[in-house]
């Protein structure tokens, strides 16, 4: 074998930092050593891969090529290092989700994976789907739990659990008392909505397709607790997933609303990579999401 395991580490590293001296730095190796193993591993087969302007080495089609099977390579040896050391689960493991899923499911799933696999590190990433799925594309994310829809040819999109999207407003709402909503009120009403190109967004506008150019919409917010405090106040209605909203109708403080004659259902999804070596620690994490599907 005319390369080792040290040099695609810093293959690795180096594609994403882009920078010698941070993989270096993350790799507990000097900046001279670093580079002298990338230099050695191009130079053994006489190849480039990486494009070099100044400090910054961004990879070009063979690295980006090559890429994919470094890591499958590398995290390969790293199981079966755990198997030689009795270990069930390797590494650290490194989440993206979406802004609903990651703040009222995903920490309850790590919580469950770190007592099962104690020293096992987990990052969570919370972002909206499209850069979820670039992380993952990208391999600085291990899989990714998303509520938007998306296409990737790199990418595996797999359904995961069901969830709906329920309307809502304050108990003193003018349409507090209505419960079921036609298209009139829809119109007449003042929405309080998440911002466009989020996956709770895109399952509402689909929803009411030929009502949107006519909706009154007074502000679009980033996060869902941000709008639930302004329909509280009275500002208008909103539209969230039901996972959101359950403690506040338990509460009384939000009232949900009923509109039958559009379809405001939707799934969860995972995002892997599909060359990405799938770890006994990935395997465990789908696993305990599997074992939450279905709808709240």
Aim: aromatic residues 6%; charged residues 20%; glycine residues 8%.
């Amino acid at each position: 074998m005319h390369y080792t395991l040290r040099q695609l580490e810093v293959f690795l590293a180096t594609a994403r930092f882009e920078n010698i001296s941070r993989a270096a730095a993350s790799l507990s190796m000097s900046q001279s050593a670093a580079s002298g193993a990338l230099q050695d591993l191009e130079r053994q087969f006489d190849i480039r891969l990486f494009e070099r302007a100044g400090k910054r080495l961004q990879l070009n089609d063979l690295g980006r090529a090559l890429q994919p099977q470094a890591l499958a390579l590398l995290d390969q040896a790293q199981a079966l290092e755990a198997g030689f050391a009795g270990r069930a689960d390797t590494g650290a493991l490194k989440i993206g989700a979406t802004l609903t899923i990651g703040n009222y499911l995903a920490v309850g799933l790590m919580a469950n994976f770190m007592n099962e696999h104690p020293g096992v590190r987990v990052a969570l990433t919370v972002d909206n789907t499209a850069h979820i799925a670039a992380g993952v594309a990208g391999f600085n994310l291990d899989l990714g739990l998303v509520e938007g829809e998306l296409s990737h040819p790199e990418l595996v999109i797999t359904p995961w659990r069901e969830d709906e999207l329920i309307a809502f407003c304050a108990p003193d709402h003018v349409l507090a008392k209505r419960y079921r909503l036609n298209d009139d009120d829809l119109l007449a009403a003042t929405w309080i909505l998440r911002e466009p190109g989020s996956g709770t967004r895109q399952t509402f506008d689909r929803a009411l397709h030929g009502l949107l150019p006519g909706l009154n919409i007074l502000l679009e917010l980033q996060h869902t607790e941000a709008i639930k405090r302004a329909v509280e106040a009275g500002l208008g209605i909103g539209c969230l997933s039901r996972i959101t909203l359950r403690d506040a109708f338990q509460r009384g403080s939000l009232v949900a609303l009923d509109m039958p004659h559009r379809d405001l259902r939707r799934h969860f999804y995972f995002v892997l990579h599909r060359r990405k070596f799938i770890s006994p620690g990935i395997e465990r994490w789908l696993e305990l999401c599997r074992n939450t599907g279905g709808t709240e």
